[in-house]
């Protein structure tokens, strides 16, 4: 072939790529203009299709890369449309009991199997970014929603959704919950979010073993918000872990420091510190929590867990507390609950009590072994289990042992409850800062050998036996700046000492003195105050040789229903000890 006959076909060859490439190009961009307008017309209708039409979706603009398998979404938003929300309420039809708000102003997803969405009905990528998700999230569970008509569900388009991995850049995520005894809100704001192998199927009975949809993730926003109507916690920076297998979810690393409860007029009440290195959930089923309300699991195992609380008393404001024992808000909570079994191993508690006075009590303890079992507010469990039980045991101060057996009555709302304890090997000096900041005494020489306590009652009251064996009790009855009350022998200890109390029990040849103690219900404290109440009580009776001298200071004992009368001590003072 001659020369010029080769530039000729080169030139054939050369244009002929040129159109083909024209032709790819305007085909690649007729269908992404295609895919662009079917989703544009057909989105909208699929979800409300697929959601009876409570859910309406749009958006602004959309960019679809054949070749690149990419998709650039702006303008995402999805919302509930309540008028026919109500609408099938009035028709006692069913309702998911939470309903959510999104907004997504930037969305970009790579990797995308054009295939898969077609022959399959998957939305199969590699890779998204969610730039500023908004998401609001209203629970109102209603009871009587089993008795309502449950539609079966229709199949969307898109019955599956994976990512191998998502990023959330500065989310703001809000949840609210409406219950009928009880309301609060949570508020994730700001900082990153990282899922891996993000799974959402149609079909809630598959993937359960997911936690956020998500095989693994990690958690760093800036903060999150828990407001209930008695207070505010706020924590700045917390960090979250999890990964999971075939049947369980293991949250790691979570660290939730200087966790403030404060309102606008108390300021700040309690501030909590909780590191909890791991946390397993064995056959928890995520799709269960979020469609059904439903939070159950077989085994709930947390290894080194610790907590520290530090109370503020001169901040606490005088609010009324019944009802609020741990089963009976158990039993209020909206969510359906079932854990079966808690176990905690090598656990850590510290509260620290800042009072009015001089000096903070602190009441520490450590190795902390606990077996829950029966946790539940589901009436088809109780009918079967009717006490949640908790058994404790672990060391006071790093030192002495004790051990404690809860037993909670579910059955009804009264708050009924048992409670059976030891204490072990207990010293002047584990007690003195306790005594000294909640009480008028000190505590100059003391030895517990035994404290066997059994505590029963209800929301209304409580009441104990006790038997307190000990020796070499000595204490300084005035707290004033001296050095004649201070030490073992100093005058005004041995003035407390020789005249009012018992130095040891039981005292040399006799019997171990027990007592007995009965309070009707303070509406100012809580569950552990009301034990309080009653140990407090024993030790002084125990001690004390004249019961009338505690009566005159603390003020009598009352049976449930009687009127509470404070005394001389306690009107003085202000506590309630």
């Not at 990419?70 to 009035?90: A, R």
């Not at 606490?316 to 079966?340: E, I």
């Not at 009924?416 to 005494?441: H, P, S």
């Amino acid at each position: 072939m001659s020369k010029n006959g080769k530039n000729k076909l080169a030139r054939i060859i050369a244009f002929a790529i040129l159109i083909l490439l024209i032709a790819c190009c305007t085909f690649a961009v007729w269908i992404s203009y295609r895919y662009k307008q079917i989703l544009a017309e057909r989105l909208p209708l699929m979800i409300a299709k697929s959601t009876d039409s409570v859910y309406h979706i749009s958006f602004r603009d959309i960019h679809v890369h054949i070749f690149t398998h990419n998709i650039t979404l702006t303008g995402l938003e999805l919302w509930p449309d309540q008028k026919q929300v109500e609408k099938l309420k009035s028709a006692h039809r069913h309702i998911p009991p939470t309903l959510s708000t999104v907004s997504i102003p930037l969305l970009e997803a790579s990797g995308l199997v054009w295939k898969d969405i077609i022959d399959k009905g998957i939305l199969d990528c590699g890779n998204v970014t969610v730039h500023q998700l908004k998401w609001l999230m209203v629970c109102r569970p209603n009871p009587q929603d089993s008795l309502l008509q449950h539609d079966q569900q229709k199949k969307p388009y898109i019955s599956l959704i994976r990512a191998e991995h998502i990023d959330f850049n500065s989310p703001n995520i809000i949840y609210h919950y409406e219950g009928i005894k009880d309301s609060f809100s949570a508020f994730l704001r700001g900082g990153k979010a990282s899922l891996q192998q993000f799974i959402y199927n149609f079909d809630e009975r598959q993937d359960t073993s997911l936690f956020l949809y998500a095989r693994s993730g990690k958690l760093r926003p800036d903060t999150f918000i828990f407001r209930k109507k008695v207070g505010i916690y706020t924590v700045r920076k917390p960090l979250l872990d999890f990964e999971t297998t075939l049947n369980s979810i293991t949250l790691k690393d979570v660290k939730l420091k200087q966790m403030v409860d404060h309102n606008p007029n108390d300021g700040e009440k309690e501030i909590y510190d909780f590191d909890l290195p791991s946390i397993k959930l064995m056959d928890f089923n995520w799709n269960q929590l979020i469609n059904k309300s439903i939070l159950q699991t077989s085994d709930v195992i947390a290894t080194d867990p610790k907590m520290n609380i530090r109370y503020i008393d001169k901040n606490q404001p005088q609010t009324n507390k019944m009802g609020s024992y741990p089963h009976q808000l158990l039993l209020q909570v909206g969510l359906q609950t079932n854990l079966a079994t808690i176990n905690i191993h090598n656990g850590y508690f510290k509260y620290t009590e800042v009072t009015k006075k001089d000096g903070d009590a602190v009441i520490e303890f450590t190795n902390i072994q606990g077996h829950f079992t029966n946790i539940t507010n589901m009436t088809s469990i109780i009918a079967k289990h009717k006490s949640c039980t908790i058994k404790l045991k672990g060391k006071y101060m790093n030192k002495s042992d004790v051990s404690s057996t809860f037993d909670f009555y579910l059955g009804d709302t009264s708050g009924r409850f048992k409670m059976d304890g030891i204490l072990e090997n207990l010293d002047g000096e584990d007690v003195m800062k306790q005594a000294q900041a909640l009480t008028i005494v000190e505590v100059t020489s003391f030895h517990l050998d035994k404290m066997d306590m059994h505590i029963e009652g209800d929301g209304s009251y409580a009441k104990g036996n006790f038997t307190v064996l000990y020796k070499d009790l000595k204490i300084s009855l005035l707290k004033f700046k001296s050095n004649f009350r201070k030490g073992k022998h100093g005058p005004f200890s041995f003035l407390g000492s020789a005249l009012i109390l018992y130095p040891s029990n039981p005292m040399p040849g006799s019997e171990p003195r027990q007592v007995t103690t009965s309070f009707a219900r303070d509406p100012q404290k809580g569950f552990i105050g009301s034990l309080w109440e009653n140990i407090y009580r024993a030790a002084k009776k125990s001690a004390v040789r004249n019961e009338n001298l505690v009566n005159i200071t603390d003020g009598k004992e009352s049976s449930k229903g009687e009127e509470r009368k404070k005394g001389f001590f306690q009107r003085l003072f202000g506590k309630k000890h």
